[in-house]
């Protein structure tokens, strides 16, 4: 336990050191982004800085940013970004006037992509220009070239490429310029170092200059400044939020095991932060979620150019003047207009109700704004006499209410549904006091609780006493510190967010695929938080055990994790498969099926060299459709895995079998068993006498039908052999007509059709009967099968 104490001491002196010299970095940095334009506001006018008050960060690398400040009377407020914070911002941006004023307006600087800038200029240049394409542009302007001795002033004429060949017979490449002199001679220079070109007009050259200064305005500070303009009058509170890029925060985690068996481990967990958003971060509520909503990026801080087609002008431009109907009513127009802006209008949320006070009394003039909570969008209005205000078009999803009347607290709801398509209504009832204070009610929970306006608008989080405390909040969780943070700009810091005991227990695992053997622990998330993935480091006795990484563990999870490699253990496994033809005969309903059965047998040999016992986890690989056989069971089991447990003394070697069986079923119908596949189940001595009768049973009922069918196809092939010779005797008696034997061979052949005549009558009668009986013997041996039961197992 001393060596416990030393460590945390020493990793709370580290955060308080650290702490300190954020505080001290944070005194040192000029505040450098809500600040007052001398040069743009009036005298009369006050400028404020909007301090970040709480941030939210988020794993897919964006934050929640919130400003709240108190004005007086109308005030410009300036906030400088960077371009690619403000894309963010401007999809995301809520700016609200709690009091009586309103904001008047949002400006910020445009910047045009380079390429549109370099449009302006008369030159052909692109971001990219080499010297041959820079010359050729100038051609037809004036210039003065020098090479060496040889100069001339006069018209650039043309640059061109051409191919030598020098004394060695190497082909090179020569850039050749000709300029046409005031005199009308036509010089031409190589383009080399030894050659100078000046542009002699003024003009050009300022051209140039432009040209290069938009370039190199390209490299300059990427200053993107905001101006919200609060109009009004009297001391209020102005709030904004926004989402920004930002780093995504890590989690890591040190687990310190206890000295004394039968305590519980110290578990800390860490959030590493890092504020690179470009503005100090000072008594920030800082809240850390486990979680990635979808956000994307779109640069609408940029002008959008459209591609537009190029028609042709027609031959003959001729407009014939024509009168236009008016408006049939205004409120028809006003309707198809809001149609159009607000698609689906008809079918669109709408939200009212009634404003009071305590007593009951309706409140008239009071400004209720209405904000989603999923894009930010917000719209306002007032009571009218009777104390009503009414929004159409509310968009659906989680939404926020804020209430302000002169002479009461401000009522903030959060975190109430507003139902697609349908009419929802909530009233809001006014507690007299001043617009700072606020009441708070979140729609899922009816607790109230006052803070002040600029803290109020937020979401209301759970303010436990503790270090940090974790809320789910559905698919994600959060963090939430207690203590305000202060983090200078473009500096980092190592946060606490939890700290607790758990249960851990020191194993040793094996893995049967890697063949790896490492020291574990399977810990027991007792704490009520759940663990963000991350890192972690162990320290056991009085040194570093290792490290690794777990992923996210919810309370009361139990979790294996691993740190080290295990040297003093020794694993072997032997691996045996055998098969076995039928284990099972199960017959109903004139239907057979045979379990056959697949055996695998693992022998896990294993030896503990260390002077200190130890608790072995195997993980053997869980198949599908692969059952234990008897013997040793799991005592955890996992999607990939079964967890057997074996403990081995010091220098003792114990040994383990796990048996595993695969069946597999065959289907037959009874009616079509044959000899040869009876004699491969009889061969099994396990066949029970039941299942041999039935066996025989059939194949007796079989054999009668197929010699039945035996009879039935002999009687059918004379039957088909005397048609052929009767059609042949036919054939015969047609060819005697003329002949001198033909009454003779007539009368034999009439003899001879005669007596096959009586055969096939005879034939025919035995067939019938054969088929008769026939269908009876199947009948039999139908119901046989379908009344025969059976379910053995050997």
């Not at 200064?213 to 001391?235: E, F, Y």
């Not at 303010?463 to 969780?477: M, R, S």
């Not at 000899?675 to 009768?693: L, N, T, W, Y």
């Not at 039945?708 to 015969?732: F, M, T, Y």
Request: net charge negative; hydrophobic share 35%; charged share 25%.
């Amino acid at each position: 336990m001393r060596t416990q104490r030393w460590v945390i001491a020493f990793l709370l002196t580290t955060v308080l050191f650290t702490s300190r010299s954020f505080s001290q970095t944070q005194q040192k940095i000029e505040s450098p982004k809500l600040v007052k334009s001398v040069s743009q506001v009036s005298n009369s006018e006050q400028s404020s800085r909007l301090p970040v008050k709480r941030v939210v960060l988020y794993k897919n690398g964006v934050g929640y940013f919130e400003h709240s400040a108190r004005v007086r009377g109308s005030q410009e407020l300036v906030i400088d970004f960077t371009t690619a914070q403000l894309n963010d911002v401007l999809k995301s941006l809520t700016v609200v006037d709690l009091g009586d004023g309103h904001i008047s307006g949002v400006r910020y600087n445009s910047i045009a992509p380079l390429e549109e800038r370099l449009k302006t200029l008369r030159l052909p240049f692109g971001e990219q220009v080499t010297r041959t394409g820079f010359l050729s542009a100038m051609r037809g302007s004036r210039v003065e070239v020098h090479s060496g001795s040889s100069s001339a002033t006069g018209r650039l004429l043309s640059v061109e490429q051409e191919q030598r060949t020098n004394d060695k017979g190497t082909n090179y490449q020569v850039t050749e310029l000709s300029v046409m002199t005031d005199t009308g001679e036509m010089k031409n220079f190589d383009l080399g170092p030894a050659v100078s070109v000046r542009l002699a007009e003024r003009d050009l050259n300022q051209e140039v200059g432009h040209y290069l200064d938009l370039v190199g305005s390209s490299r300059a500070r990427d200053l993107r400044r905001m101006s919200i303009s609060a109009t009004g009058s009297g001391d209020r509170d102005i709030f904004v939020s926004y989402i920004s890029e930002v780093p995504v925060w890590k989690s890591t985690y040190r687990i310190i095991l206890p000295e004394k068996a039968g305590e519980q481990s110290l578990l800390q967990g860490w959030a590493i932060v890092d504020n690179t958003i470009g503005e100090d971060w000072k008594d920030v509520q800082l809240s850390l979620v486990a979680g990635a909503p979808q956000s994307f990026v779109q640069e609408i801080s940029q002008p959008y150019y459209a591609r537009r087609p190029v028609v042709a002008l027609p031959q003959s431009l001729m407009l014939t003047p024509q009168t236009h109907e008016g408006t049939l009513t205004r409120e028809f127009d006003r309707l198809e207009q809001y149609a159009k802006l607000s698609p689906g209008v008809m079918g669109a949320s709408s939200l009212r109700g009634v404003v009071t006070d305590l007593s009951g009394a309706v409140v008239a003039g009071a400004q209720v704004t209405v904000r989603s909570e999923q894009n930010g969008a917000s719209q306002s209005t007032t009571t009218d006499a009777r104390g009503i205000y009414q929004f159409y078009n509310v968009p659906s999803g989680n939404s926020a209410l804020f209430v302000s009347s002169p002479g009461f607290k401000t009522f903030n709801l959060s975190n109430f549904f507003v139902g697609a398509g349908r009419s929802n209504e909530i009233d809001a009832r006014l507690e007299v006091g001043t617009s700072s204070e606020a009441v708070e009610v979140r729609g899922e929970a009816p607790t109230v609780e006052t803070e002040s306006a600029s803290v109020a608008v937020r979401s209301a989080v759970s303010k436990q006493h503790v270090e940090a405390a974790g809320k789910d909040l559905g698919d994600y969780f959060e963090y939430n510190l207690k203590q305000k943070i202060t983090i200078g700009k473009n500096q980092s810091a190592l946060v606490p967010i939890l700290q607790a005991h758990i249960d851990a227990e020191k194993v040793s695992l094996w893995e049967e695929e890697s063949k790896e053997i490492r020291r574990a622990l399977w810990i027991t998330n007792s704490s009520d938080q759940t663990l963000d993935s991350g890192t972690f480091n162990i320290l056991d006795g009085d040194a570093f055990a290792g490290e690794g990484v777990l992923e996210t563990i919810h309370p009361a999870e139990r979790r294996l994790i691993s740190y080290a490699f295990d040297p003093a253990l020794r694993i072997a496994m032997d691996e045996e498969s055998s098969d076995k033809p039928f284990t099972r005969v199960h017959i109903a309903k004139g239907l057979m099926y045979l379990t056959h059965e697949q055996h695998d047998v693992r022998k896990y040999r294993l030896h503990n060299s260390d002077t200190a016992p130890r608790q072995i986890v195997i993980e053997h690989p869980a198949r599908e459709n692969w059952k234990l056989a008897p013997g040793p069971k799991p005592e955890e089991t996992s999607e990939s895995y079964l967890r057997f447990r074996v403990a081995v003394g010091p220098g003792q070697t114990e040994t383990m079998q796990i048996e595993e069986v695969h069946p597999e079923d065959s289907e037959y119908e009874l009616s079509n068993l044959d000899d040869k596949q009876v004699a491969v189940i009889v061969q099994q001595k396990q066949v029970a006498p039941a299942v041999h009768e039935v066996f025989q049973r059939i194949l007796a009922q079989k054999n009668q039908v197929s010699s039945l069918a035996d009879q039935l196809k002999a009687r059918q092939n004379e039957v088909d052999a005397i048609g052929k010779d009767q059609a042949r005797l036919r054939e015969n008696m047609k060819a005697l007509k003329g002949s001198a034997e033909e009454k003779a061979l007539l009368q034999r052949y009439t003899k001879q059709l005669d007596s096959q005549e009586d055969r096939l009558s005879t034939l025919n009668k035995e067939i019938a009967d054969l088929q008769q009986k026939q269908a009876q013997e199947q009948q039999k041996l139908d119901d046989m099968v379908q009344q025969i039961t059976l379910d053995e197992s050997f």
